[in-house]
């Protein structure tokens, strides 16, 4: 919705978005720049497309409503034809008993708009506004079922004569409107809409087998027939920028497509197996916004930690975890939080997988001779204040990254190692000095990634006496008072908002209560009971007598346990409090704890 400079700036004003000086200062930048000021203040993320059109709201007493496109029965939405919807930017997603039909609208201030949509839909309508991404991703349902239309264009193509190689490719097989580039448009979009991250095309001695990686966890959705596979390949190379007769070596490149009027980055990898080349494609959202720390997962001594951590002046904060537990989502978090008009914020990463605007994020490129020391290097010329590094890869790297530390920058980085504690003695194995790890790192992050209970699916379950006995041995909780510190732990949690509203599990005499998840409910693609993800963390914070440990070089093991009576309360805990509140399983915490 275009809302005037004017009432942006009551907007702004009344919802407490922004000070009167910094509302100036936007005024002026947006005279400056030419552009209109509802412009500035999403640019500089004064304030979120949401923020906005909710004060507005508000402030012309239209209803706001965040629709849940999963919601929308096919009856409701089709009393506006799909045309019209689209031309208005307007969705009827409800209709009462009584026939008072619910329309929510981007723009309810077009007052043509509103009288023509009365008209075809009746005058007992009661008008809500609501943001342009929420309007366009219910318009999505028009769509209908996409994995049927990806079935219907199969089973066209399996009657076809099956391509002897991929040499056999036409030009005609993979043109925009062939059925193949329909295959692949398909198969896309159905990933999409199912939260995929990943998006893998595998040829078999008989059939191409597709999977998607939903919530950290690989599933087979769909087989094509093997005869695609050579017009497939070539397809996404083009749209990848890639050489469509090279078979032998591996290749890497990236297109963006958008759905539902959001814009995703596809990250193609293209490798030769002994059936053909199989293809990996990361889903990258373009548009996704920085969430809180909080909604991360976050909360009570990692919380503090991190926090306090991350403000320092100079010294380093690193990451750790294994590929995909979610260490690049936190990075864009703390960096969102710190970026501000007054801060320089330099990064290189490999990839670029969140674009955050005000911060020169670099790409590496190893071919070119853009590794991340070369990077680091070059980046300590650029007056920066913050540095993120993507990943701490080498003793080059390492020492670099530590000087820029002790020069006053603030240094953040990424890992691999199993736990908070096991990232000081492997900066001690790249050949770092103990007395200058102690003296700049700050704080270490362990993370991993369980994925989320739905909570309409969740089933509640009492566990046996032995089952709460073994839950105490893998936990590491001391026999004698297990239960109080359990108990002590999921108030503090509760308390902090973790499972809402979910009644405690505990009490000082054991656990009453635990979660599994349905297998039969399906919904929105969440057909084994689960739906998103959330982080399960472990923060260490470098106090005095950990770096007199570190320059003694002690061992992980030694540094973790000192962390813990520090209060550092270890991912395997974080994991089991979470699972008490209902937010995910004992068992998935287990799972991800393996890794």
Do not use: C
């Amino acid at each position: 919705m275009r809302i005037s400079d004017d009432t942006i700036e009551k907007l702004l004003g009344r919802a407490k978005l922004a000070t009167p000086d910094q509302i100036q200062t936007l005024k002026e930048e947006a005279t400056r720049l030419k552009l209109p000021l509802q412009d500035i203040v999403l640019q500089q993320q004064v304030a979120t497309d949401r923020d906005l059109v909710k004060a507005f709201s508000d402030f012309a007493q239209i209803p706001f409503v965040e629709l849940d496109p999963q919601n929308i029965s096919s009856d409701v939405l089709n009393q506006i034809p799909e045309r019209i919807a689209r031309q208005y930017n307007a969705v009827l997603f409800k209709i009462d008993d009584d026939g008072t039909r619910h329309l929510a609208m981007e723009d309810p201030d077009d007052v043509q708009a509103v009288n023509f949509l009365q008209k075809e839909v009746g005058i007992n309508t009661k008008i809500y506004i609501a943001t342009r991404q929420n309007i366009l991703s219910a318009l999505e349902n028009y769509r209908g079922d996409v994995n049927q239309e990806l079935s219907s264009v199969v089973e066209s193509q399996e009657e076809e004569t099956p391509a002897a190689s991929q040499a056999t490719v036409s030009e005609q097989d993979i043109t925009e409107d062939s059925p193949i580039a329909q295959t692949v448009n398909l198969l896309l979009e159905y990933a999409i809409r199912s939260h995929a991250s990943d998006v893998h095309i595998e040829p078999r001695e008989d059939f191409v087998r597709v999977r998607y990686r939903i919530d950290g966890v690989l599933r087979e959705v769909n087989r094509l027939p093997s005869n695609v596979i050579g017009p497939l390949i070539s397809r996404i190379k083009i749209l990848a920028n890639l050489k469509i007769d090279e078979h032998r070596v591996p290749q890497d490149g990236r297109f963006k497509i958008t759905v539902g009027g959001k814009a995703y980055a596809l990250r193609v990898s293209v490798m030769p197996v002994t059936d053909g080349e199989k293809i990996a494609m990361r889903i990258l959202d373009e548009s996704s916004q920085a969430v809180t720390l909080e909604q991360l997962g976050y909360w009570g001594y990692s919380l503090k930690t991190i926090k306090q951590t991350m403000v320092e002046p100079n010294g380093m904060v690193l990451l750790t975890g294994p590929t995909g537990s979610g260490k690049s989502t936190s990075l864009f978090s703390i960096l969102s939080i710190l970026n501000t008009p007054e801060v320089n914020i330099s990064t290189i990463e490999d990839p670029v997988e969140y674009k955050i605007i005000g911060v020169n994020q670099t790409q590496a490129n190893t071919k070119a001779g853009m590794t991340f020391a070369n990077g680091l290097r070059a980046m300590l010329r650029q007056d920066p204040n913050i540095i993120m590094v993507g990943e701490i890869r080498d003793s080059e790297t390492a020492d670099l990254a530590i000087q820029a530390a002790l020069t006053g920058h603030m240094v953040f980085s990424t890992l691999h190692t199993n736990n908070a504690a096991g990232s000081l003695p492997r900066l001690l194995d790249m050949g770092i000095e103990p007395f200058l790890i102690a003296s700049t790192v700050r704080s270490t992050v362990g993370q991993r990634l369980v994925r989320r209970l739905h909570r309409a699916s969740r089933q509640a379950y009492n566990p046996t006496p032995e089952e709460q006995q073994e839950i105490i041995k893998l936990f590491g909780f001391p026999t004698d008072s297990a239960f109080k510190m359990i108990h002590e732990l999921e108030k503090q949690a509760a308390d902090a908002g973790i499972g809402g509203d979910t009644p405690l599990s505990t009490d000082e005499n054991g656990i009453k209560t635990l979660y599994h998840a349905d297998s039969n409910f399906n919904e929105d693609e969440a057909s084994d009971g689960f739906k998103g993800r959330v982080g399960i963390y472990e923060t260490l914070y470098n106090s005095p007598t950990i770096q007199k440990m570190i320059i003694a070089r002690a061992t992980s093991a030694q540094l973790q346990e000192q962390a813990i009576s520090e209060g550092m309360m270890t991912m395997l805990t974080d994991g089991l409090v979470k699972a008490l509140r209902g937010e995910t399983t004992i068992e998935e915490v287990l799972r991800v704890s393996r890794e």
